[in-house]
């Protein structure tokens, strides 16, 4: 197994959250799940984590398995 590592990078913390408002996939449905006070807590938290200002540059990592078939 080999990771594969890749930045990404958001212009600010709006473009990195407005995914989440979206409902599709498991993040984003929690997320669209929850009451709107939580969901505006959570909002500030990861603001908080992640800095509410400027350029966000996160990593996202896959994982690359090379199978082979027996002979």
């Known amino acids: 197994m080999e990771p594969i590592d890749i930045e990404t ?3 600010d ?3 990195f ?3 989440f408002t979206l409902g599709a996939g498991p993040a984003p449905g929690y997320c669209a799940s929850l009451a709107e006070d939580h969901r505006a807590s ?3 938290r990861l603001a908080g984590t992640l800095g509410g200002h ?3 540059r996160l990593v996202a990592r896959a994982w690359a398995v090379k199978a082979r ?3």
């Open 69 to 71: 078939r027996p002979a």
């Open 17 to 19: 959250w407005r995914p």
């Open 13 to 15: 913390f709006e473009a």
């Open 9 to 11: 990078r958001f212009p």
């Open 42 to 44: 959570l909002k500030a």
């Open 54 to 56: 400027g350029p966000i």
